[in-house]
């Protein structure tokens, strides 16, 4: 059974058009992470919670925020995508910070 | 500076051939993950190790702390294991809560029936 379950799969959404992407967990782990990895090139992490506490990469655009209402769940939001956005995105949870990683299968988010 | 290198980029192989990807890092590090990738598809996590080797049916991952380099090898490759295969190091000197990988470019791998 999937523990890390990522929604939808694939999405398509327009230039400009504010975009959410769903992550949930069954695992009950604290650290929740976001990564964008774009074709033919390694993961890139956007942010990770640690329970509430929201962690951001300092490369992070601010076009690019996240919500966590609780363990199961991690919320990534897109407020004005451009077509640079479009990309995989990957979630992935560990129980700790340098734990072992369990990742989603990733939503491919095509902008238009 | 935290860097990850990956060798090959791109390995074809034919079907039951012994396989190895290296993976060789700059400075320190905490752990070190294999993870695997399908096309189009997320990431599996295979090994994450600090020390020695850790084996996993056909796969086996090495790491020499004193060398900063680890290997995973397939054993009697087969068509399924065609994907791409992500070496990452999470850096004992990274500013924070060690959360970051570091990840190498990957290793395409291609096995032919």
């Known amino acids: 059974d999937a523990m890390v379950i990522q929604n939808p799969r694939y999405q398509v959404t327009q230039f400009g058009k504010p975009v959410t992407l769903s992550c949930s967990q069954t695992l009950n782990h604290n650290v929740m992470y976001w990564y964008q990895q774009k074709s033919s090139q390694a993961p890139k992490l956007l942010f990770h919670?640690?329970?509430?506490?929201?962690?951001n990469e300092a490369d992070t655009p601010d076009n690019f925020q996240s919500r966590r209402p609780n363990t199961s769940f991690c919320f990534l939001d897109i407020r004005s995508p451009g077509l640079g956005d479009a990309a995989m995105y990957l979630c992935?949870?560990?129980?700790?910070?340098?734990?072992?990683?369990?990742f989603g299968s990733g939503t491919q988010l095509s902008v238009l | 500076k935290n860097e990850v290198e990956q060798s090959p980029q791109n390995l074809t192989a034919q079907e039951g051939e012994f396989i190895t990807i290296n993976c060789s890092y700059s400075?320190?590090?905490?752990?070190l993950h294999w993870l695997q990738q399908h096309p189009g598809g997320g990431i599996v996590s295979l090994f994450m190790l600090s020390s020695g080797k850790k084996k996993h049916g056909r796969l086996i991952a090495t790491i020499n702390i004193q060398e900063k380099h680890s290997s995973l090898h397939i054993t009697a490759s087969h068509p399924r294991d065609s994907a791409v295969y992500i070496c990452?190091?999470?850096?004992?000197?990274?500013?924070?809560?060690?959360?970051?990988?570091?990840f190498g470019k990957g290793t395409k791998l291609s096995v032919k029936p």
């Open positions: 990452a190091a999470q850096f004992m000197n990274y500013g924070g809560s060690q959360g970051n990988l570091i």
């Open positions: 919670y640690y329970d509430k506490d929201f962690n």
């Open positions: 992935a949870t560990s129980r700790d910070t340098g734990g072992k990683l369990f």
């Open positions: 400075v320190g590090i905490s752990a």
